[in-house]
């Protein structure tokens, strides 16, 4: 959550109680779409009874994803650029279409450039404040395309609580509205979305022609009905329904399949967190209930993530953290990027470990692999120039599997 996001007064509340529960609240959202705001669904009020049964068709789950199937888009990468790495942009909580975002992608366009950038992550909240109002609205536009254009790669994107906002923005509480940017991925060059949650491989950079393990995968997740601040009412999207389950049998049985080199999970809730809402297991002072505490969350990442993937990237938090690998996380490194339109509150709210640490800028960071090291460069950005600084670099050597972490 943010500044511009409500914390409910109580866990787990669902929004229609969190409404009557504050009625200062049901005013004010009432103010904004309607005096039928305080009963009605959002995408009700705004799609159409028509607009929610089609999305109820679309399709679900995980998918793997190949250069082949992104014809039509702009292509994957199949070899490693000039200095021998991948090297991947990695946003998030960027679509706001604000003057933040532009700036920070005016200044990522140019270390796109000279970085050779071949690929690009998304790390959720991609369409403020409530997610698109279907798979062509023109926020797609204005807060996706027009910002990142010259940024011409594939953009592996994944759903944040934004998206899948229902009255109340920023709650998470309509999972089903990410359909609609899985949607939208058939009519975008950039925006690459194949199911709501997926995998994706590079090959290997010392071979690219040969039929040798991945260099790196990518493993995008779909955190929102784990840890929304509000309880999820359809039985499909509760926290140990049968979306929820699939999703965890899927990402257990691929990282256990992956022979890729490095193993980066994408999510858009972090497990831990300095900034002021805190870890999974306790987001924004909460330790009760199936939700707002994101308990459930802590769980997938401790027992499927942790010494299996090598990076968790999420946003959420808008800041800039690259926290060290601990006993905790059985050496995996958990990255906070999610400062591409909005800052934090300028300090650190808790005291896990980190290497660097930013949350008064915005900014971005690179991720750049290889067979040999994978690094992490870390940008902030001053928004009246629209320069980027590299504020940080770590780089390890030693993959977690098997091996301990290098900083």
């Known amino acids: 959550m943010c500044d511009d996001e409500l914390i409910p007064p109580r866990a787990d509340l669902t929004e229609k109680q969190w409404l009557q529960a504050d009625p200062p609240l049901a005013r004010d959202l009432a103010a904004t779409w309607g005096p039928r705001g305080r009963t009605?669904?959002?995408?009700?009020?705004?799609?159409?009874?028509?607009?929610?049964?089609?999305?109820?068709?679309?399709?679900?789950?995980?998918?793997?994803?190949s250069a082949a199937q992104a014809a039509a888009k702009f292509p994957f990468p199949h070899v490693p650029n000039q200095k021998g790495e991948f090297a991947?942009?990695?946003?998030?909580d960027a679509g706001t279409g604000g003057e933040e975002q532009l700036a920070v992608t005016e200044a990522a366009r140019r270390v796109c450039r000279d970085e050779g950038i071949a690929l690009a992550v998304g790390l959720g909240d991609n369409i403020y404040e409530n997610g698109p109002e279907s798979d062509h609205d023109s926020e797609f536009r204005t807060k996706f395309e027009t910002p990142n254009t010259g940024i011409d790669v594939p953009w592996l994107m994944v759903l944040g609580n934004h998206d899948c906002s229902g009255l109340i923005p920023g709650s998470g509480g309509d999972p089903s509205r990410g359909d609609r940017e899985v949607s939208y991925a058939s009519s975008s060059p950039r925006w690459y979305m194949p199911s709501r949650y997926y995998n994706v491989t590079l090959p290997s950079a010392e071979d690219p022609g040969s039929?040798?393990?991945?260099?790196?995968?990518?493993?995008?997740?779909?955190?929102?009905?784990?840890?929304?601040?509000?309880?999820?009412?359809?039985?499909?999207y509760r926290w140990d329904g049968p979306y929820m389950?699939?999703?965890?049998?899927?990402l257990d049985a691929a990282l256990a399949a992956s022979r890729a080199r490095w193993?980066?999970?994408?999510?858009?809730?972090?497990y831990l967190n300095n900034g002021k809402h805190g870890s999974a297991g306790s987001y924004d002072g909460f330790v009760i209930g199936h939700y707002t505490s994101g308990i459930h969350l802590k769980e997938l990442y401790e027992q499927v993530?942790?010494?299996?993937?090598?990076?968790?990237?999420?946003?959420?938090?808008?800041?800039?953290?690259?926290?060290?690998?601990?006993?905790?996380?059985?050496?995996?490194?958990?990255?906070?990027?999610?400062?591409?339109?909005?800052?934090?509150d300028g300090r650190a709210h808790f005291g896990h470990p980190a290497a660097w640490q930013n949350f008064s800028d915005v900014g971005f960071m690179?991720?750049?692999?290889?067979?040999?090291?994978?690094?992490?460069?870390?940008?902030?950005?001053?928004?009246?120039t629209r320069i980027a600084r590299l504020a940080h670099t770590s780089t390890t050597s030693a993959a977690v599997a098997g091996r301990s972490s290098v900083g």
């Open 40 to 65: 009605l669904h959002r995408r009700t009020l705004l799609g159409g009874a028509a607009a929610g049964a089609a999305l109820a068709a679309l399709p679900f789950g995980a998918r793997q994803a």
């Open 88 to 92: 991947v942009l990695v946003t998030g």
């Open 211 to 236: 039929t040798g393990d991945p260099v790196v995968e990518f493993f995008a997740l779909d955190t929102n009905p784990v840890a929304s601040t509000v309880a999820q009412t359809s039985p499909h």
């Open 245 to 250: 389950r699939a999703q965890r049998q899927w």
């Open 263 to 270: 193993k980066v999970v994408l999510g858009h809730h972090p």
């Open 305 to 344: 993530v942790c010494g299996r993937a090598d990076l968790i990237l999420s946003g959420h938090d808008h800041t800039l953290q690259v926290l060290e690998p601990t006993p905790r996380t059985a050496g995996t490194r958990q990255i906070v990027c999610g400062a591409a339109a909005k800052s934090g």
């Open 366 to 384: 690179v991720l750049k692999v290889s067979g040999r090291a994978m690094t992490v460069d870390t940008y902030t950005v001053d928004v009246p």
